[in-house]
């Protein structure tokens, strides 16, 4: 009888062994699915890159290792002979068109139909320097009555630019 209990009892810590086995593993189990769940991040803010191009020269300079002389930067953009056919295929492939007529109906900026005589006046701009900052800095000075949406034209060609001014003008 002794025996028979003994065993008995054997058997009965060996199955308690088992179960607490199997209750860990799945303690385990389940700490490791609850670790793997994904974990809902709401997306953050698009980050804008918006970077401001730095004046035409500047890398020139800096790489020469001279002060930045603002005033020579900012001296009027002598430019090419230019071709008015060339200006119109311009305003077409740039995509000017888009929001300037060569009329004077406003699609989204004004229309061009005489830019040329209002460019010598809308600052105390000369008409060709008014008409090179607008395209390139458009932002510089906004025509009364319109917003600042016209994107920046400053990587054209001093050859593109001069070209878009004698259309400006032929088509005044
Ligand atoms: C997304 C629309 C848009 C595009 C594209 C656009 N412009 Fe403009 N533009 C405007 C608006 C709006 C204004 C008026 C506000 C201002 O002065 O910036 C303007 C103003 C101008 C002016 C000054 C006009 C004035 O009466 O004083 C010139 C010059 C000009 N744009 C030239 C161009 C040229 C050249 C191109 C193509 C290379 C071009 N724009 C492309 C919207 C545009």
Known sequence: ?????????????????ISVASLTLL?????????????????ATP???????A?????ELVLAGSAIDIAALSQPRELPEGN????EALHTTLGCAACHSTGDDTIVGPGWKG???????????EADDYLIQSITKPS????EGFTNVMPAFDYLSDQELADLLAFVKANN
């Not at 004046?55 to 890398?59: A, W």
């Not at 008015?84 to 200006?87: C, H, P, S, V």
């Not at 510089?140 to 025509?143: L, P, S």
């Open 140 to 143: 510089a000075f906004i025509a």
């Open 115 to 125: 830019l040329y005589t209002r460019a010598g006046e809308r600052t105390d701009l």
């Open 47 to 53: 980050v804008i890159f918006d970077p401001t191009p």
């Open 84 to 87: 008015a056919a060339g200006g």
């Open 1 to 17: 009888m002794r025996i028979a209990r003994n065993s008995f009892q054997r058997v009965q810590s060996k199955r308690n062994l």
């Open 55 to 59: 004046p035409p020269g500047t890398r």
């Open 27 to 43: 303690l385990l189990a389940s700490v490791l699915l609850t670790a793997c769940t994904e974990v809902f991040n709401p997306t």
